[in-house]
């Protein structure tokens, strides 16, 4: 049964950094595209970074130059580096598994229950 798990998240000042992990089993991380989600407050899900079975990446221009992602085939996982953080990066990270890189939340078959980061001084 595959499943994915967040972890990573937590308070970081403005201008810090954090490392979120996702974690998976069931399936090879390598075999799907996995993707990191977020949600503010009452804001809508975005897309943010992409990472396709044939290593292509995909990045939304709002974390462009301060965010990476990162696959690791050996412990499955897949994270998200994010330096240089904002206020307004403030919101729960999720990551999803699909067939590939789309915008559109509703393409991506599982999710994981999501890790919260908070940016504040």
């Known amino acids: 049964q595959a499943q994915l798990v967040e972890s990573g998240g937590g308070l970081v000042q403005p201008g810090g950094s954090l490392r979120l992990s996702c974690a998976v089993s069931?399936?090879?991380?390598?075999?799907?595209?996995i993707a990191w989600f977020r949600q503010g407050p009452g804001t809508e899900s975005e897309g943010i970074s992409c990472?396709?079975?044939?290593?292509?990446?995909y990045s939304a221009d709002s974390v462009k130059g301060r965010f990476t992602i990162a696959r690791d085939n050996a412990k499955n996982e897949v994270y998200l580096q994010m330096n240089s953080l904002k206020p307004d990066d403030t919101a729960v990270y999720f990551c999803?598994?699909?067939?590939?890189?789309?915008?559109?939340?509703?393409?991506?078959?599982?999710w994981g229950q999501g890790t919260q980061v908070t940016v504040s001084s």
């Open positions: 069931g399936f090879a991380v390598d075999h799907r595209a």
């Open positions: 990472i396709a079975s044939d290593d292509k990446i």
């Open positions: 999803a598994s699909g067939n590939g890189c789309w915008d559109r939340p509703g393409e991506y078959e599982h």
